[in-house]
């Protein structure tokens, strides 16, 4: 019995101090920071000891955002800074005051950051709605962010803009106006870029951006070190022919198909962008197409191929009718300008990104596309004679070069959020050295941002003397490979240059070119082929035969056969080990 109220007695004791007040209070709180760490502090001791005078070391870090235990009775003042004990793991430390928050949303404590890259700024991250440029130099308020990523850091800020808030992603923000005003390594960089010559109107190099950019590596999506790519077109006559061209695609090397989800005045089925943007486009999607690209796709994936989804951006005569406010226009008439058998949405309209963009995003939810490749990344050709006739609507200012490089930052970013990669077409003479091109392809400042760059080197596309050669369309070897060698020179003007991965002619010579040119048949295709391997493009090839027959394809099957890499790799290996006996043989001493 005495056990009983004894145990009875001790328990009452113990509730008491719970309750009472005596017991040690505690508060659920978060760490935050300006920066993606906070640092940890314990008391100085010297042989278990307490200082006379308190001191406190810091120990370690922990992530800003992080749920802690805060201690309210216990606080320490060093002077003029405040600090409160927490419980950080299984451990005790000590913290600034100011760097707990009862409110997890205000764990990023930035008031204001600098914009380093010019960077588009939605305000709609679910459709990418882009509302403003956040321009360099420029100091923005900070208004919330949307996620914090595992490291600390911000994925994208909420600035604002006078009276607008929008996400601009925080890789293109920093803290310091001088940071934001810096070039990257301009004694390099900008000694390249300015020197190249703005001839044709295209705009100034140097006004490009060249930092590094982090390319991705999606685990669950690996690109091919090597893409060996057939390109299928829009037609219900190919697409519905996807096991036949499995089958060819299987005797060969080929690992990768290109299919169009859009080209000019040829969407490929009743998409869902398309009922919101541009309702003339999704009037000819024609109906059943759906069902045959998700056969096609799944076949595909199924095999094991990987899967390329190709988008014509600036060239659009349907999305004109049904937005004619976004297309260029002559300025006598107002009317949109006929250019190419075609209307083009301006590149400058950033109303013509996000349509494109948001059919590239519903092509790789909807079908699993492993990456998006973009056509037409330019403004319209051969334009000289007319520009003083034409209205861009230019809202930002920008040059011809700055707007296709941020069209492509800004594409590049949405997609790589649904872990698939961008790749650019561009116009083999992109790859000529010394000026910007009239269409705003700057090798250099495409290169540094996007995963994939696909130059369009036709040989029956080049003047007679490209490179010294006669006649390249009938020298493909020669004429590829010195196109090659060009372009490896121009990745060497970035520091984060992009896949090279190149179109190759695999059509008949043009008859207007030269009615005495050669057949593209398996033979001359290879030829192409490894003259870019030779000159070290080793990123693959895409085939360019517009009509993207089986038979004709089954015909140059000779051409797809070969792996190219492991070819050049051995070519490479036999040349290292030529080398190194070349070497010993002359430090072999002569006999005497």
Aim: proline share 5%; hydrophobic share 35%.
């Amino acid at each position: 019995m005495m056990k009983t109220h004894t145990y009875i007695l001790l328990l009452t004791v113990t509730m008491l101090a719970a309750c009472g007040t005596h017991a040690e209070k505690r508060e659920q709180r978060w760490l935050a920071a300006e920066q993606p760490e906070v640092t940890l502090y314990e008391r100085q001791t010297v042989n278990g000891k307490k200082l006379k005078e308190e001191r406190l070391a810091a120990v370690a870090t922990a992530l800003r955002g992080s749920e802690v235990t805060a201690f309210p009775s216990e606080r320490l003042k060093l002077g003029d800074l405040r600090y409160i004990q927490i419980r950080y793991g299984k451990k005790r430390y000590y913290v600034l005051t100011s760097q707990l928050t009862d409110d997890p949303q205000q764990a990023v404590q930035e008031r204001f950051m600098y914009c380093r890259t010019p960077a588009s700024v939605v305000d709609d991250t679910l459709t990418s709605h882009i509302c403003l440029l956040a321009q360099k130099g420029e100091a923005y308020p900070v208004a919330g962010y949307d996620r914090m990523l595992p490291d600390g850091r911000v994925n994208r800020y909420r600035i604002r803009i006078a009276d607008t808030c929008g996400y601009v992603y925080a890789k293109y923000m920093v803290r310091t106006e001088d940071e934001a005003l810096a070039r990257y390594m301009p004694e390099l960089y900008d000694s390249i870029h300015s020197r190249v010559r703005n001839t044709f109107g295209g705009g100034e190099a140097i006004g490009c951006d060249f930092y590094p950019v982090d390319k991705p590596h999606f685990a669950d999506n690996p690109m091919p070190e090597a893409v060996y790519s057939l390109y299928l077109n829009i037609s219900p006559a190919v697409i519905s022919r996807i096991d036949s061209f499995i089958d060819l695609a299987r005797q060969t090397h080929i690992n990768a198909f290109v299919l169009d989800m859009k080209d000019n005045e040829c969407p490929a089925y009743k998409a869902e962008t398309f009922e919101r943007y541009s309702p003339t486009n999704y009037k000819w999607g024609g109906a059943g197409k759906l069902q045959m690209y998700e056969y096609a796709v799944r076949r595909l994936k199924q095999e094991g191929f990987y899967v390329i989804g190709r988008i014509t951006c600036f060239k659009d005569t349907y999305f004109v009718r049904d937005h004619p406010e976004c297309a260029i226009t002559e300025r006598s008439s107002g009317q949109p300008f006929f250019h190419n058998k075609a209307h083009w949405p301006s590149a400058y309209d950033r109303r013509v990104w996000q349509f494109n963009v948001e059919l590239a995003k519903e092509c790789v939810r909807r079908f699993g596309l492993n990456e998006i490749n973009f056509d037409y990344v330019r403004f319209p050709d051969k334009m000289q004679s007319v520009e003083s006739a034409i209205d861009y609507h230019n809202t930002y200012g920008e040059s011809k070069v700055q707007a296709i490089q941020r069209f492509v930052q800004y594409a590049c970013d949405e997609i790589h959020a649904l872990g698939a990669y961008v790749s650019i077409d561009v116009f083999g003479e992109t790859t000529n050295k010394g000026y910007t091109t009239p269409y705003g392809q700057y090798w250099p400042a495409l290169s540094n941002v996007a995963d994939v760059m696909c130059g369009m080197p036709y040989p029956d596309h080049f003047a007679n003397g490209y490179g010294g050669i006669q006649k390249p369309w009938n020298n493909p070897y020669r004429t590829l490979n010195t196109w090659g060698r060009n372009a490896q020179s121009r990745q060497q003007e970035c520091p984060t240059p992009a896949v090279v991965r190149t179109w190759v002619q695999a059509y008949h010579v043009m008859h207007f070119v030269d009615p005495n040119g050669i057949d593209y048949n398996g033979e001359n295709i290879a030829r192409e082929i490894r003259g870019l391997y030779d000159a070290g493009c080793t990123g693959g090839y895409i085939t360019w035969l517009s009509n993207s027959s089986l038979a004709h394809y089954r015909k140059k099957a000779d051409a797809f056969r070969p792996d190219y890499l492991e070819e050049w790799k051995a070519r490479q290996d036999s040349i290292r080990q030529a080398a190194v006996l070349e070497n010993q043989e002359k430090a072999v001493p002569l006999q005497q």
